[in-house]
């Protein structure tokens, strides 16, 4: 009997010696493999190999679904995002001194993994700690990524895991340059001072001239005055309906407005201002005493007729307003 119990205390140390042995080699298997494959493409027998207890080292996995019969959307969008994290914090740490794994795990090569898990959605992004060793933590349970706020960028991602690593390096996310991009942006700008160079004495006239600038100010003013900002901001609807099978296009209420209120009333704005300039200033021109008095006839009529729609859309916003004109009452 006293033999045994030495022979089984003497085995302890070498049956320990070997399971962190084993943990070790586990470790190096898979991150030799993330090297030349980052991250490491998974199926449910090397996900439950690579996040079964006891491990000294870490392991992000990311559980998706990229076909598109399965119509995840934010799937394909943040899968980029993920190779690009894990190539770029694998290839920092080449020496695996963050005993950090990064797995990707499809829904066709894992679906018993989400069916285990209870997973009804994807992507799910999981982070096993390392439940021996110097970085052990006291629950064994993965930590989830939260993805309620759409689409995520690497560096956010690389954030939280860093966060949760802690005396650990962790590798600089660096982006491969887009050659592409900056070739666009060069043409682009090369191409505009080529353009305003070979132009620059065609356009200057335009710029300097007070009528052009008198115009666009004048746009400008019946936009904002009619509400066109009012309808950015609230993003109120076009037209409605009246209750009775037709449309209302105006909102009663000072507060209230449809889109195609705020145009009508930029169109009533720019005929009285079109109205008034041309008698302040083209009618005296005509030298013609008859044309000059039907033009002032014609221009007043406008100004008569738009005016009393505007009253009468003053009355529509407020029941109360006591003004009119006819022929709008």
């Given at each position: 009997m006293h033999f045994f119990k030495a022979l089984l205390l003497a085995l302890l140390p070498a049956a320990s010696l070997g399971a962190k042995k084993v943990a070790t080699d586990k470790f190096q298997d898979f991150h030799s493999k993330a090297l030349s494959s980052a991250p490491l493409k998974l199926a449910d027998k090397s996900y439950d190999k690579l996040t079964a207890s006891p491990r000294d080292y870490s392991v992000a996995v990311l559980l998706t679904a990229l076909e598109s019969r399965f119509g995840c959307q934010l799937c394909r969008e943040f899968q980029p995002e993920w190779d690009l994290l894990a190539k770029s914090w694998t290839k920092g740490d080449k020496k695996g001194d963050s005993r950090l794994i990064y797995g990707t795990l499809?829904?066709?090569?894992?679906?018993?993994?989400?069916?285990?898990?209870?997973?009804?959605?994807?992507?799910?992004?999981?982070?096993?700690?390392?439940?021996?060793?110097?970085?052990?933590?006291?629950?064994?349970?993965?930590?989830?990524?939260?993805?309620?706020?759409?689409?995520?960028?690497?560096?956010?991602?690389?954030?939280?895991?860093?966060?949760?690593?802690?005396?650990?390096?962790?590798?600089?996310?660096?982006?491969?340059?887009?050659?592409?991009?900056?070739?666009?942006?060069?043409?682009?700008?090369?191409?505009?001072?080529?353009?305003?160079?070979?132009?620059?004495?065609?356009?200057?006239?335009?710029?300097?001239?007070?009528n052009v600038w008198a115009a666009i100010s004048l746009i400008a003013i019946l936009l904002f005055t009619s509400g066109h900002m009012f309808n950015h901001i609230r993003k109120v609807p076009y037209v409605a309906g009246d209750g009775r099978g037709g449309i209302s296009y105006f909102a009663g209420g000072f507060s209230n407005q449809y889109g195609l209120e705020t145009q009508i009333v930029a169109a009533m704005y720019g005929l009285l201002s079109f109205a008034t300039i041309s008698l302040a200033l083209k009618v005296p021109r005509i030298a013609d005493p008859r044309t000059q008095q039907v033009a002032v006839l014609i221009w007043g009529g406008v100004i008569f007729v738009m005016y009393s729609f505007l009253l009468s859309v003053f009355r529509i916003k407020n029941g109360g307003y006591p003004f009119f004109l006819p022929p709008f009452m």
């Open positions: 499809d829904f066709m090569d894992g679906k018993g993994t989400f069916q285990s898990l209870g997973l009804q959605t994807a992507p799910v992004l999981l982070l096993f700690q390392p439940t021996t060793g110097p970085h052990a933590v006291a629950d064994s349970g993965p930590l989830r990524y939260d993805f309620t706020n759409g689409p995520q960028s690497a560096e956010q991602v690389h954030a939280w895991i860093a966060r949760h690593l802690h005396d650990r390096p962790h590798p600089v996310l660096r982006r491969p340059i887009n050659w592409v991009r900056g070739f666009a942006i060069t043409t682009t700008i090369l191409g505009t001072i080529t353009f305003i160079t070979v132009a620059w004495p065609y356009l200057l006239p335009v710029i300097q001239n007070r």
